[in-house]
């Protein structure tokens, strides 16, 4: 088995959650979910986010409601993700619009709250080292966005995103293809730079997920769970 990568982000700490709701009923059964799975811990939960941070500030994660206090925090997403924090949006709220709204705000992801523990821990994880996970509503509502200002992208820059989507490396993505990682990086900045220039940027990974599966240059299926492919894509000695 290769090494952990939740693991080698925190240092084998386990990794800090902040949890944002205005329903105790919510935040105790999110609680309890993310209590299944021993790389996560709880540092503080509440209904004002910069309570919750203030009492948590080496959150690795944000679970943040979308809707708090009757009004949507989509402008308490762009600053938390302006200011570096990885913010999964829990929300009731699913309508592919609300769901691209916070993407583009800088969310890591968009989870539904009907989508269950399984999701949950999952997504979790996966914002905490930086992997794209895409649960069922947020992919229906990627695949559905019929916005037409679609960059063409080259062969083997879609090869080369799809790889690393999947395989979370640029080093391995560059042992895949049999190519420097230089290389790699030059192909995953152009498809970003395709994107500004469409007037949709993307700058960060999940951003250009996102962007990639709206364009039908990805397939959420493509990327599966959000488990990573770098056992397979170790050097030989």
Do not use: N
């Given at each position: 088995?290769?090494?952990?990568?939740?693991?080698?982000?925190?240092?084998?700490?386990?990794?800090g959650v902040a949890i944002v709701d205005d329903h105790?009923?919510?935040?105790?059964?999110?609680?309890?979910?993310?209590?299944?799975?021993?790389?996560?811990?709880?540092?503080?939960?509440?209904?004002?986010?910069?309570?919750?941070?203030?009492?948590?500030?080496?959150?690795?994660?944000?679970?943040?409601?979308?809707?708090?206090?009757?009004?949507?925090?989509?402008?308490?997403?762009?600053?938390?993700?302006?200011?570096?924090?990885?913010?999964?949006?829990?929300?009731?709220h699913t309508d592919p619009q609300t769901m691209l709204?916070?993407?583009?705000?800088?969310?890591?992801?968009?989870?539904?709250?009907?989508?269950?523990?399984?999701?949950?821990?999952?997504?979790?994880?996966?914002?905490?080292?930086?992997?794209?996970?895409?649960?069922p509503a947020l992919a229906g509502a990627m695949v559905?966005?019929?916005?037409?200002?679609?960059?063409?992208?080259?062969?083997?820059?879609?090869?080369?995103?799809?790889?690393?989507?999947?395989?979370?490396?640029?080093?391995?993505?560059?042992?895949?293809?049999?190519?420097?990682?230089?290389?790699?990086?030059?192909?995953?900045?152009?498809?970003?730079?395709?994107?500004?220039?469409?007037?949709?940027?993307?700058?960060?990974?999940?951003?250009?997920?996102?962007?990639?599966?709206?364009?039908?240059?990805?397939?959420?299926?493509?990327?599966?769970?959000?488990?990573?492919?770098?056992?397979?894509?170790?050097?030989?000695?």
């Amino acid at each position: 088995m290769g090494a952990d990568p939740v693991a080698a982000m925190t240092d084998g700490r386990p990794i800090g959650v902040a949890i944002v709701d205005d329903h105790p009923v919510v935040v105790e059964g999110v609680r309890a979910w993310l209590a299944t799975e021993p790389r996560l811990t709880v540092l503080a939960t509440g209904d004002d986010p910069d309570e919750v941070l203030r009492a948590a500030p080496d959150a690795d994660v944000v679970l943040l409601d979308l809707r708090l206090h009757g009004r949507m925090a989509l402008d308490k997403l762009a600053e938390l993700s302006a200011a570096g924090r990885r913010v999964v949006v829990y929300s009731e709220h699913t309508d592919p619009q609300t769901m691209l709204a916070a993407l583009d705000a800088g969310a890591a992801a968009f989870l539904a709250k009907h989508e269950g523990r399984e999701h949950c821990v999952a997504t979790v994880l996966a914002a905490a080292s930086d992997r794209p996970y895409v649960p069922p509503a947020l992919a229906g509502a990627m695949v559905g966005d019929p916005r037409p200002d679609r960059p063409m992208l080259s062969d083997k820059e879609r090869e080369a995103l799809l790889l690393w989507f999947q395989s979370m490396s640029k080093a391995s993505v560059a042992r895949r293809m049999q190519i420097s990682e230089h290389t790699v990086k030059q192909y995953v900045d152009r498809a970003r730079i395709k994107y500004t220039r469409a007037g949709r940027p993307a700058a960060t990974k999940a951003a250009l997920l996102a962007r990639a599966i709206e364009d039908g240059l990805v397939r959420p299926e493509e990327i599966g769970i959000y488990r990573s492919q770098a056992t397979h894509d170790r050097p030989t000695p």
